[in-house]
Every structure is written in C-alpha cells, then in structure tokens.
C-alpha cells in the first residue's frame, strides 16, 4: 500500500501560479446541505439546473470531491482555515457563540489579501461572531471582517436560528435603539413579540417544525432559540436569496478593475426553506428543489454579472457545497424520507450515488459537487474522478501566490494546483479525513476506514459501506488505522513532508 502512495511522488514547487503572471478573481460560491444528486449535471432529474450545468460545461465536474466534515460549522471551520475542526472541538454553532476562527492565524481569504485582492464573505456565516455574549445593540468584534475579509454581509449562523438579522461588517443592519435586539438560546424571554412556538403551535403558519425548531415563531416559521427586538431589522425569508444576491453584485461592480475574492455562501438550500414566490412549484421537488433553483439562479445573476463587465475570462468560479443532504430535518415541507429508502417522497435521491446525508460518516454526508471553471486553463466539460478535498484549497491559493505557512497554519491543507486547475491526477498521495461529530474517517484510493466501529470498506465494492473487510484486507486496515493516528497527531501537510523523505 505504501509503495502505490508514493509512486510517482513529487511537491509542487511553490509560486506554480505566480509564474503565470496574472492575479484572476475568484468567486467561490457555497451551497448549504446541498448533496450530489440535487444538480441535474450531477444526475437529478427533478430538479433542473441549467446555470450549474452551464459552468460544468464550461469547466471541470468533479465526482468525488468532499467537504471536511457531514456538518456546516466544521466543514466551513476547515475550508477557511485549512484545519480540521475535530482539533479545536469544533460542533455546530448555536447562534450566539464566539468566534470559532483565531485572528492570529492564516485564513483562505487572508492568502488573497497578501496577494492584494479586495475580499468579501456575503451569505451564511455559522461561525461565530465577538467574544462572551453578543450584543446585538453594538458593533460586534471579532467579525469575519478581523479574520480576512475586507467586507462582510452575512446572516450570523443559520436562516433557522435567531437572531434573524443581517449582519454588515460588523453591525447589524436597521438596528433600532428603541428596539433592542435580545437573544436566548436557553429560556423563553419575557415579553418577547414573537410567539413560542411549543406553546403556541398554530402561528408557525409557513409550515409546522419540531424538534428544537419551534421556539421563536418569526415570519410564520419557527426558529431555533428565542429573540426579542428587532422588528425593523429582521429577514423577510422570501427575499434572501435576492438581498444577498444584490451585495453580491454591488461587491463585483465595485472592485472590478482590482482582484477580488468573493465567497458567496448562499442559506439555499437549508431550512426553512422558503423560496421567491417566483420560484414555488418550479421543481418536481417541492420547497426543496424549488430553493435549489432559487440557488441556481443566483449563480446565473453572477455568471451574467461577470459576462457584462467582461470578467469571465479572467475569473476562476467554484461551486460546491457544505455538506451532504438532508430532507425535511425538522420542518415538514414536504421532503420527507421514506424509511428504507435512497428516495424521499418525491422519488428525488439528493445523495446520488452514495448512501447517507448530512450527519453521516457514510459518503453521502461529506462527497458533494464540486465545479471549477476557470477559461483558457481549465478543460471546458472535463471530469475529474481525482479524490479532491476542499480543504486543501487554502493550501493551494497559498502555493499560488507564495504566501508562506508557519508550521502551525493550516495544518491539513495541501497544495494542489494540477488536481483542481489543471485536470491532471495528483502527483502525491491523496488522503483525506471525514468528519462527524466525534467520529472519524480516512478515505484513499478505493478505500475507506472508519475510527469507531474499527470498519474498513471497498467503495469500488459496494457504496452502501455495510461489509466491513478489516479481516480480509489486514494490509489495508493497519494502513488506514496507523495513518489516521499519525494524521491526528501531525496533520496532513506534516505527514506530506514525513511520507517524501520515505521516497
């Protein structure tokens, strides 16, 4: 096994990009619970996504990229820092918790701040905002603004916590003094104009929720937590999508004769689902597949930005997502699952090929789309079944612009500029770690290892990763359980180093 690692071995040299003398923009676009099969390039057949499928023409579709982690907070925790979160703790976020990202640490946008581009993150957050308890009254600090980014419109965690504000670099946007914002994720606040939805179950009106998803009724839906205030200030959830769209373009507009980077982190398609009415009944999908063609469009309106100020060409456009999929999960919209099957009710598998969904070690939970175009460099309507992982783009940026790591930056992340830009197989070994809560696994090759249960799957076998072959495959099993210890302990771009002086 380790001799097929290291076959054909070799780092790529640092500045590879640099050498090609030019700075493009970047917009990376994150979808959120957005699974493999939600993308009618990706095989879906209720759901159409003629922009999705455009930028797949125009680049390279990957099938079998991942996300570090099954769940929001982690996996966006190591795409920007190049860290798994399992080294930190790192969990889903409440909606008033601290900033999770150190300030003193190398961040995926930082790379291109050195590199000299303006930077935005507009969009979902989750992760974390200030230090102790938030007040929403004041400017908030630490913001994504003190971690990378030159601006910020962001909703602070998700569209199914409160509170249900806009946050603008830093403060949130309509603020009322005479109306303060209050937020408990704990007790009911006295007073509060918003109704408990466990008391009062008939003013979520949009659509019933349960478990957690019910405790303040905002708009007709209930949230996760309780808010007081804000009246002025609050979402109207039916126009998200087009609010954040709007700072999207404002941002492209406004820097478009400099480099930028823009991520572009929509809510679709998480719950509550709540699409423009323009878009209701688009999809064979119900609400959610009518929010995956909101998301859709929203990558069109940026594609069409890029085209009218003649960008394209010089624009490198990423689209993935979070994590894998999940159905109703908490809110009955009408995607429910069935219970021994891949499909929901609308015979719709938003998992694709693989089993399981978002909170899931099975692939479903972390193998997601991934498209990269980037003109006269990447190969219109190529494919790649190289087994990318988005953590390592911090990494690669980074190599790009010769922007140096300390050792205890971005500890996972590697520089992979051939796999993701230049269709080619990666010329080191590919390893990658997958994550749920406290449960880990290692993917290479055809294989995969699970840390608890001690279980070594063949995907090229069997996708269901139901036969554990650690008795007929020792070689594999120790392999995988020896470098997943090693991983934890080092991390990826130590061992990258340990694994070339074994050449």
Known sequence: MKNQLLFGFSIITTGVFAQANDRPNVVFVVGDDVGYGDLSCY?????????????????????????????????????????????????????????????????????????????AVVGKWHLGLGRGKIDWNQPISPSPNDVGFDYSFIIPATNDRVPCVYVQNGSVVNADPD???????????????????????????????????????????????????????????????????????DFIEKHRTEPFFLMFNSND??????????????????????????????????????????????????????NGPVYDDGYRDGSTVHLFSKENDNGHDASGPWFGGKYDMREGGTCVPLIIRWPNRVKPASESDALAAQIDFLATFADWFSVPLSDDEALDSVARFDLFFNNAPAKEPQVLIEESYDRLSLRWGQWKY?????????????????????????????????TLKTLKKIGVREWMKSVETLE
């Not at 996504?49 to 991942?66: E, Y």
């Not at 709540?274 to 069109?300: E, I, Y």
Request: proline share 6%.
């Open 43 to 119: 095989g879906a057949e209720k759901i159409q996504t003629p922009n999705l499928d455009r930028l797949a023409s125009d680049g390279c579709r990957f099938t079998a990229a991942h996300s570090s982690a099954a769940t929001s907070t982690p996996a966006r925790y190591a795409l920007l820092t190049g860290t798994y979160g399992f080294r930190s703790g790192m969990d889903v976020l409440p909606g008033d918790a601290a900033i999770s990202i150190p300030e003193d640490k190398m961040t995926l946008p930082m790379v291109f701040q050195k590199a000299g581009y303006e930077t």
């Open 179 to 249: 109306d303060p914002i209050t937020v408990d994720y704990k007790n009911p606040i006295l007073g509060s104009e918003y109704p408990d939805g466990r008391r009062q179950p008939e003013t979520m009106a949009e659509y019933p929720s349960s478990h957690g998803h019910n405790m303040s009724v905002i708009n007709g839906i209930g949230r996760i937590g309780y808010m007081k205030g804000g009246k002025k200030a609050l979402w109207n959830d039916e126009t998200i999508a087009d609010t954040l769209l709007g700072e999207a373009v």
């Open 269 to 322: 398609i998480h719950v509550p689902r709540v699409p423009h009415p323009r878009f209701r009944g688009v999809s064979q999908h119900g609400l959610r597949g009518d929010a995956m063609v909101q998301l859709d469009w929203c990558v069109g309106e940026l594609m069409k930005t890029l085209d009218r100020f003649g960008l394209t060409e010089n624009t490198i456009f990423i689209f993935t997502s979070d």
């Open 450 to 482: 699970m840390e608890k249960g001690k279980k070594l799957f063949d995907l090229n076998e069997s996708l269901e990763e139901k036969k554990n072959l650690r008795f007929q495959n020792r070689d594999e099993y120790e392999f995988a359980s020896e």
